[in-house]
């Protein structure tokens, strides 16, 4: 089993020792030659072995090369200048690293702010730097090259001593069709941001590229999903086409499943679904049971837990959408309020960051038909209808519609109706009646 990028959060004090533990660890391997601690994820533990025979310090940054005109990396690279904008925004807007790295290691794409793109420098997270076990040791992009597999590294969990103060997380890049390896995407922030939202962040941008590899013709075949899952309204399950009658737990399983596509533990599982909640272990297993009576245990594998199907899942094509601006695709997406009863703190987490993301931007652009079509899944949002009506000219025919979505929803506060004064057609300083 890899070393899955779903762990559970501690606190920040626990946080702070385990980094200490991890560097007791790095100390006791990589100076005084003793065994890898059992405690590591199995893939630290191997690339560390690797690692310790290699002749490269453990005080190297990322050594630059050439990138080699490779024919099979041309549609990455496409896609990475294509994308090119969006990830420069995203970058910005989050406070990571985003970076794109081919299937030889070798970075062709970086986006940071100002303060990230400065520390990034210090360990030459550029364009054209290798980050290869072969160069650099263990870090998550080098253990997501060798296995396939996503992955986090955390601190002094990096061989290099120059990455300790880094968390970062990494998830491979399929082609279309063949599902063949492409690349990977890494995104790396201090070592203190061990959060479930960076290893969204790395799958929605992974998303992002291979849609794009695909748009931009460099697609395969157009096979349908095995596994539908729709969670951004009345949630629904189809597997091979067929609706799956599911209870809302299960639902739940199945989306952390469908959004951990490297497997988590059983803890790991009941954690991201429970939360601190006291539930028996056995709650889960029995409803890991019925679930795999439902989806047959060719598609439910253990050990660690993942789905065993090409899984389309809403939630991750609208994070896709939301790193790439697009809010229109969203909202397409968007067909009721996101598992308005789930309990699960990590599924929470991440509904929340979809539907404030897609707030914002309909804040920041006032957007009235994006408007329009919020307020028929939020109607009692007033701020997103009044900022549309404040960006809205007054010929425009959806100022009418605007103004409406907003009397139904609740009456105006009395700053808005002088603001809006001459659009409703006031006369002699007197507001209409609403």
């Known amino acids: 089993m890899g ?37 590591l994820p199995q893939d630290i533990r191997d690339s560390w072995v690797r690692t310790r025979e290699l002749t490269a310090p453990l005080t190297t940054v990322a050594a630059a090369h050439r990138l080699a005109a490779n024919e099979a990396d041309f549609p990455l690279r496409s896609a990475a200048r294509h994308l090119e904008p969006h990830m420069r925004a995203l970058s910005v807007e989050s406070g990571y690293l985003i970076a794109i790295a ?6 062709v794409h970086t986006s940071a702010g100002r303060d990230m793109l400065r520390r990034a420098e210090r360990v030459n997270a550029v364009p054209q730097s290798t980050w290869a076990e072969h160069v650099m040791g263990t870090n998550a992009l080098s253990i997501t090259l060798r296995t396939g597999r996503p992955a986090q590294v955390c601190a002094s969990q990096h061989a290099a001593q120059t990455l300790h103060d880094w968390t970062c997380w990494a998830v491979p890049i399929r082609a279309g069709g063949t599902g063949a390896l492409s690349g990977v995407v890494n995104i790396a922030a201090p070592w203190d941001h061990y959060a479930p939202m960076g290893a969204a962040l790395a799958r929605s941008v992974a998303l992002m590229v291979e849609e794009a590899q695909a748009g931009l013709g460099y697609s395969g075949s157009g096979e349908r999903p095995q596994l539908v899952i729709r969670l951004l309204g009345p949630a629904q399950v189809a597997l091979r086409g067929a609706p799956v009658p599911l209870s809302p737990r299960q639902i739940e399983i199945v989306a952390i499943l469908a959004m951990t596509p490297g497997g988590v533990s059983f803890d ?30 060719d598609v439910l594998l253990s050990r660690p837990y993942r789905l065993n199907a090409k899984v389309d899942l809403d939630l991750s094509r609208a994070l896709g ?24 703190p990590y599924l929470q987490e991440i509904c929340t960051h979809v539907c404030v993301s897609l707030r914002n931007r309909l804040l920041l652009t006032g957007c009235a038909s994006g408007a329009l079509r919020y307020a028929e899944i939020f109607p009692w949002d007033d701020e ?9 000219p007054q010929h425009d025919p959806r100022l009418s519609l605007l103004l409406g979505r907003l009397a139904a929803s609740a009456s105006p506060a009395p700053t808005l109706r002088q603001h809006l004064g001459p659009t409703l057609g006031a006369r002699d300083g007197n507001l209409v009646p609403w």
């Open 3 to 39: 070393p899955s990028m779903e762990r559970a959060v501690p606190p920040a004090r626990e946080l702070r020792a385990l980094r200490d533990t991890w560097a007791l660890h790095w100390a006791a391997f990589f100076e005084s030659g003793g065994e890898a601690a059992p405690s």
């Open 384 to 392: 997103v209808l009044r900022t549309a009506i404040e960006h809205t």
């Open 268 to 297: 790991q599982l009941h954690s991201h679904l429970y939360g601190d909640r006291r539930v028996a272990a056995t709650t889960l297993r029995v409803e890991l049971s019925k679930l795999r009576s439902l989806l047959g245990g």
């Open 321 to 344: 959408h939301l790193a790439a601006g697009e809010t229109h695709q969203v909202l397409d997406l968007l067909r009721g309020e996101p598992l308005p009863g789930s309990a699960s």
């Open 102 to 107: 081919d299937t030889a290691g070798a970075l």
